[in-house]
């Protein structure tokens, strides 16, 4: 195993501890590292480059890549972190729903949100004494043709809270004000499988239907490029002769019906 990989997990890990202030053991695998959970965190996978295929297990986990953990270290630290050990908990009751501008919301999604932020056409934040704590980003309608006339579905696009911060209740407070704003048919939206097999969005009326395939990279440096057959593999791999091939887990479909 790359020493470079093997000691930039082993920070990791260091990192980790004395964050949630335990004891946590890297193990050594099959062409990949493990960080051994405890009463408070999850199984973490680790994978090198030059790993291309995600570990099977039936425990939940999470998966990241050296590239990802190369580009977003402090980020998914802090992600991982909050998942047991929260800086603040904020209530939505005690925040302000307000429509947010593109320039906001993007600049919100970089530093909180570990996927490429992306602008969608709605955008909703909260604001907890001016000070902006959580965020959702929406698509526009898109009519369904078996659906009457007027049935539009909207997919969130993106949420995330303030790193450090457990807002309770905001996402059911920002999907609320849009659907006061646009009467949505449906909202849909995808979990990534990496991070979580089994979506919380469940508690708030989503809907699971469907498990996506995992999407395929090609990883260059710490930039990733989506391909979807063997001719953009192909074309990649003419561009940049020295990346690596990924995989993630793939999304689960989440739907939460209203109309």
């Not at 493990?34 to 480059?49: F, K, V």
Request: with cysteine; glycine share 6%; proline share 3%.
């Amino acid at each position: 195993m790359d020493p470079s990989f093997l000691n930039l997990a082993t920070q990791f890990k260091i990192r980790l501890e004395q964050a949630l202030e335990t004891s946590l053991k890297l193990q050594q695998l099959d062409g990949f590292l493990q960080i051994n959970p405890t009463e408070s965190t999850s199984l973490i996978l680790l994978y090198p480059y030059n790993k291309s295929v995600r570990h099977q297990t039936s425990t939940p986990c999470i998966h990241i890549d050296e590239d990802q953990l190369v580009a977003k270290f402090d980020l998914i630290l802090r992600r991982i972190v909050s998942k047991t050990k929260n800086e603040r908990r904020v209530y939505a009751r005690n925040t302000v729903v307000a429509r947010i501008d593109k320039k906001t919301s993007l600049q919100f999604l970089v530093e909180h949100h570990l996927q490429t932020a992306l602008p969608g056409k709605y955008r909703y934040g909260l604001y907890e004494q001016g000070e902006l704590v959580a965020v959702a980003i929406f698509s526009g309608g898109r009519r369904m043709l078996d659906r009457e006339e007027d049935y539009r579905s909207f997919e969130l696009l993106r949420f995330c809270n303030k790193s450090g911060f457990n807002v309770i209740g905001g996402l059911s407070k920002l999907i609320k004000a849009f659907r006061q704003d646009f009467s949505p048919g449906d909202i849909m939206t995808f979990t990534d499988r990496d991070w979580s097999q089994h979506s919380s969005l469940e508690k708030i009326g989503f809907v699971a239907k469907e498990i996506t395939a995992p999407i395929n990279f090609w990883i260059v440096g710490t930039t990733r490029y989506a391909y979807r057959n063997t001719a953009e593999l192909a074309t990649l791999k003419a561009r940049f002769p020295a990346g690596f091939s990924k995989e993630n887990m793939g999304s689960i479909k989440m739907i939460l019906y209203i109309k």
